[in-house]
C-alpha cells in the first residue's frame, strides 16, 4: 500500500488549499451575515454562487465523481485528501465545489444505473450545479436502519408507477432548486427475498400528491447548505414508468452501492473536521491566560492536542487504506474497512470537538466558532447512512463466521 500522493493529487490539492485560504474561509462569515438578509433561510446566499463560478473556473468541480466520462475520474486514494480539506469547512467548500451530498451520491446512482434518457434529463443539470435533488429512503413509523423494513409502497398502474408513503429527514428537499426526488420503496412488498422488495425511482418534486410537510432540525440546526432535511409526503403520487431506475427489485444492492462511497467521503470530511478543531484548539491555547499562565501551559490542554493528533493520524491511515481496498478490489472487497472507518471516524471526532468546545468556552457553544456546528454534523453522523450498532453487529458477525 503506498499513501503517497501522485502528481495530479499534488496539484489538485495545492489549488484546492489555495481555494480554501483565498476564498472559503472569507466567506463563512460573509454568507451568515448574507442569509441573515435574506426573505427565505433556503435561498443561497450570493456569496456561495460567486464560490461556484470559481471553483469551476479553476477546476475544482464534481472531484467525487469516479467516472472520467462525468467526473474528475479521480480514484478513491486520489480524492481522499482532497474531501478532507473540504470537511475543513464541511458547510461550504463540498458545496461550492459540487461535491455536495445528497447530491453527490445521486448522481453516482444516475451515473451507474440511470438510461440514457434520465442521465440527460437529471444527472447533466445535477453535473452542472444547475439544480439539486434528495434522496428519500428514511420513515418516521420504522427502524430504517434496516431498509428492508421501509413501507412506502410503489406500484405499477399501466404506463406509470403510483408512489405512496412518508419519508423523513429527505436530506435537500428544501433548497428551491431541489427539482427531484431518488425514492426507494417496495414494489414487491410480499416477495419471498426481502432484498428484492424494493426499488427506487425518480420523482419531480412538483409531482401532483409529493407534499414537504415540514423542515426537520438537527441539534437544532437547520443544514441550510446540504439544503435541509424535510419530512415529505408521497400520497398516490403519479410517474412515469420509465422512471424506475435499473429493474423492479433491484433498490437494495443500488442502495447498497450509493452508500459505500458516501461513508467513505463522510470520513474523509469528518478528518477535515478534525484538523479545523485541533487548529483551532492550537490557536485557543496559545492565545488565552487562565490562572497565570496561557491554556497551552496547561498540562491537560497538551494531554487533549496529543491524543487529538495521534487520533487523527491513525483514523487518516485507516480511511487511506479504506480507500486504496476500493480502488484494487471494489467496495465488496473493503466492506469490513468501510464498516471499521464508519464505526471509528465519527465517534473519534466527536470526542475531538468536544474538547475543542470545551477549550473554547462559552464560545464553543456559540455561533462565533464553527465548532458547535461541526459536533452536530460529526455526531449525527453516527446514525446516518447506517448506525453504528448496525455497522458492528455486521462486522462482528463476520468475525466471528470464520470461528463457527
Sequence with gaps: MDFAFDARTEELRGKLLAFMDEYVYPAEAVAHEQRAQLASPWETPAVVEELKAEARRQGLWNLFLPDSEYGAGLTNLQYAPLAEIMGRSPQLAPTVTNCAAPDTGNMEVLTQFGDEQQRKQW?????????????????????????????THIERDGDEYVITGRKWYISGAMHPDCKIFIVMGKTDPEGSDIRRQQSMILVPRDTPGVTIERAMQVFGYEDHYHGGHAEVIFDHARVPAANLIGEEGGGFAIAQARLGPGRIHHCMRLIGMAERAIELMCRRAVSRTAFGK????????????????????????????????????????AH???????????????DILDRAIQLHGAGGVSQDFPLAELYAGARTLMIADGPDEVHQRSLARRELKRYV
Design 336 to 350: 469490513t474497512e468501510i464498516q471499521s472507518i464508519k464505526i471509528a471516524t465519527p465517534r473519534a471526532v466527536v
Design 123 to 151: 444527472l447533466e443539470p445535477l453535473l452542472a450545479g444547475e439544480i439539486r435533488s434528495a434522496f428519500a429512503m428514511t420513515e418516521p413509523e420504522v427502524a430504517s436502519s434496516d431498509a428492508t423494513n421501509i413501507t
Design 294 to 333: 496561557t491554556l497551552a501551559q496547561q498540562g491537560v490542554v497538551h494531554n487533549w492536542i496529543a491524543d487529538a493528533r495521534v487520533t487523527v493520524e491513525q483514523l487518516r491511515l485507516l480511511v487511506l487504506k479504506t480507500a486504496w481496498l476500493m480502488d484494487t478490489v471494489g467496495n465488496k472487497g
